[in-house]
């Protein structure tokens, strides 16, 4: 693991932004999917604090970075990172005001217990930077249109989280119980009474194993972890996508089955089209190789013709993003392209940079990433009934005007 050591009833919200019936659009994938004619929706409270100019606001649970503001230096400023809640976030202002009072539980353990956020700050300490992206981050390419939020690239960031290694807190519980499978992480979003908890509980599994790199964080890019990105505490697993990484973390469990929870037994699963998701499915956990193009991607503007710098992200998954190529004509010739910047270890993107001599005209823009592991990126995304994980890199293409 790549650290910098020390350093009314709530509901599940879908999207009702306008760019759902977009989703079935087919050829070249497009940088203005997610535009509207209609008036940009304000910022919720609790994320007011974002940077409105380069956000998109599709619910009050569900809010995207614009692709042209990722800017070029790795980390995702926080006040441009994306928001995504399954459910409304805590509204007890009093859980923020003083964060190192927040109790987590620990289970499963040898000595199980509860500990205070002050209590963890005393065990251990590091520093993960890491892809934060959203299981539907690309969903709106799907031609099915799947339920959901039609994110396009912005429900996704590269960000530093900061707290305490799971391992040391198990050192501190003097180690997990016989036979267990799973880590089980439980939000503390408040369920109404009179409802099934198990209908709205935030809570997911996810296999042993994850635990070797996974933390729990009270700090994002070197500041306080906000109620928008799950404070005062949330657990990071990182190389899985970021329903795994369980907000407002109230319960750590170690576990022989996974949790009953709606969200893990039914939701977020590798289901056909035409397949109700269930158990019997395979669980959205790690997350693959992909890349895009963010600059030039505005279709709103005229590129000069001369030579262009094309750039953008790549990530590896679950192993670091070896090289990426770019292509200047939908994908018929591939280049490799450079990385710049620092490498903050493989769970983090890369960015690149491209300089292509472009005539007058209309370009395709594609880019497709290679990981450690030997994977690349495939041109076509894997169907499934919710449109999630999307890492196609024809989709991801752009189409610019140059003149």
């Known amino acids: 693991m790549e650290k910098l ?11 009702t932004g306008s760019i759902a019936a977009m989703a079935g659009l087919a050829g070249v994938a497009r940088a203005d999917l997610g535009k509207t004619d209609a008036p940009a929706k304000a910022l919720p409270n609790y994320a007011s604090w974002k940077d409105a100019d380069n956000m998109i606001v599709h619910s009050a649970n569900t809010i995207e970075t614009r692709r042209t503001a990722f800017g070029s230096s790795v980390i995702t400023p926080t006040n441009r990172l994306f928001v995504r809640n399954n459910v409304a976030p805590p509204t007890d202002a009093n859980m923020m005001k003083e964060p190192d009072s927040w109790a987590l539980e620990v289970s499963g353990v040898a000595k ?6 002050a209590e963890l700050k005393t065990l251990g300490l590091a520093s993960v930077p890491m ?3 959203c299981s539907g981050n690309g969903r709106a390419w799907f031609e099915h249109n799947p339920s959901g939020t039609q994110w396009t690239v912005g429900a996704a960031g590269c960000v530093i989280f900061t707290g305490v290694p799971v391992k040391a807190l198990l050192e501190a519980v003097g180690g997990m119980a016989d036979g267990m499978v799973y880590m089980t992480s439980t939000g503390g979003e408040p369920i109404p009474e009179g ?5 709205l509980r935030v809570e997911r599994s996810v296999p042993i194993s994850a635990m070797e790199d996974a933390i729990l964080a009270w700090e994002i890019n070197g500041e306080a972890l906000p109620l928008a990105h799950g404070g005062p505490l949330r657990i990071i697993v990182p190389g899985y996508t970021g329903v795994n990484s369980i907000k407002y973390i109230k319960h750590l469990a170690f576990t022989k089955e996974q949790s009953p929870a709606k969200i893990q037994q039914t939701s977020y699963r590798w289901a056909p089209i035409d397949e109700k998701p269930g158990p019997n499915h395979e669980s959205i956990w790690e997350m693959p190789v992909k890349s895009w193009i963010n600059f030039p991607s505005d279709p709103d503007q005229t590129v000069a013709a001369g030579r262009v710098q094309i750039s953008g992200v790549a990530m590896g998954g679950m192993t670091a993003a070896k090289s990426v190529e770019v292509s200047i004509n939908g994908g018929k010739d591939w280049e490799k392209a450079e990385f710049i910047g620092p490498d903050l270890g493989k769970y983090a993107w890369r960015e690149f940079v491209f300089n292509a001599d472009l005539a007058a005209g209309t370009h395709e823009l594609a880019c497709r990433a290679t990981n450690e592991a030997g994977d690349t990126q495939p041109e076509a995304r894997r169907e499934n009934n919710r449109g999630y994980i999307n890492n196609s890199w024809r989709d991801h293409m752009v189409s610019i005007k140059v003149a």
């Open 5 to 15: 050591t020390n350093a009314g009833r709530r509901q599940l919200l879908l999207s």
């Open 112 to 117: 199980p217990r509860s500990f205070t956020v």
């Open 131 to 133: 892809v934060l992206q």
């Open 195 to 199: 409802l099934d908890p198990n209908t």
